[in-house]
């Protein structure tokens, strides 16, 4: 099965849809990068790459290369990148987009098993077109990619070739008659739920009281951003919440923090 072409798919309603080319700027340097990158070479060098050892594409190749470009001259997760997306049209349009999408294109978790199945060699390519499209054009600048190598696709490492642990943190209050039962809640319930899931690398459970409410910070490490929308779902900063929240939480805060862990001593 041959890969995708275009993200596009003709439907009726694409006539009440606003066309990105109308509502974009042509001077723009994605809209020239758009333009500059040899997307039909790119659609063969990584079509010959899936083969039945492997699996073959189902989603465009053009939208996965756009969004790996983005990820890595941007410095963004695999989750920023496609939810960004949803909002920017530049964005949309060097995917190879016609009407603008108010939907992600894929699941983030996607992105890490592309640059796994396309390796070493498929990055080098990726590189190779995209990059080399930028500098001729001007659209980008050199030092732009100085932190941009075939290690950091394939491997999804930082820039300084350790890989990135993302930090959630999510606070719950009780009341105070209530804290010693939450407390074992989340040591017999949350806890061994969170250390099922790949990927956790380490768990804290903080708590302090004051005269009227417990409140609990619980602290989690991850390896990526994957793993964490592997536990919580496509919306990883969305808080979580068991049954029994209900009745032991005051009130169940809609939303966790993220945060990427660059330093640690």
């Not at 995209?130 to 950091?152: C, E, M, Q, W, Y």
């Not at 949350?190 to 910070?217: I, V």
């Amino acid at each position: 099965m041959k890969p995708k072409q275009s993200v596009h798919k003709s439907k009726q309603r694409d006539l009440f849809r606003p066309e990105l080319t109308k509502i974009i700027d042509h001077g723009h340097g994605l809209v020239k990068l758009a333009k500059a990158v040899d997307w039909n070479r790119i659609d063969a060098e990584f079509t010959e790459r899936y083969c039945p050892g492997n699996g073959r594409p189902t989603i465009s190749i053009r939208l996965m290369v756009s969004l790996q470009y983005l990820k890595y001259i941007y410095n963004l997760s695999d989750h920023d990148v496609v939810y960004g997306w949803v909002e920017n049209p530049y964005w949309q349009y060097l995917s190879g987009v016609q009407f603008f999408e108010h939907d992600p294109p894929i699941n983030p978790s996607s992105m890490s098993r592309w640059r796994k199945r396309i390796g070493e060699a498929g990055a080098e390519a990726l590189l190779k077109e995209t990059v080399a499209a930028g500098l001729t054009i001007k659209a980008v600048k050199p030092h732009s990619f100085k932190r941009v190598n075939v290690d950091t696709i394939v491997k999804g490492k930082d820039q300084q070739g350790g890989a990135k642990t993302i930090v959630r943190l999510w606070h719950g209050r009780t009341h105070i008659s209530q804290a010693d039962a939450y407390a074992e809640f989340m040591k017999e319930r949350a806890a061994p739920d969170y250390s099922s899931t790949d990927g956790l690398k380490k768990l804290y459970f903080l708590r302090r009281t004051d005269e009227d409410a417990a409140h609990f910070l619980l602290v989690t490490l991850w390896d990526s951003m994957d793993s964490v929308i592997k536990f919580a779902g496509e919306h990883p900063e969305k808080a979580k919440y068991y049954p029994e929240d209900d009745s032991l939480l005051l009130e169940k805060e809609e939303t966790s923090a993220l945060y990427e862990l660059f330093f640690e001593k």
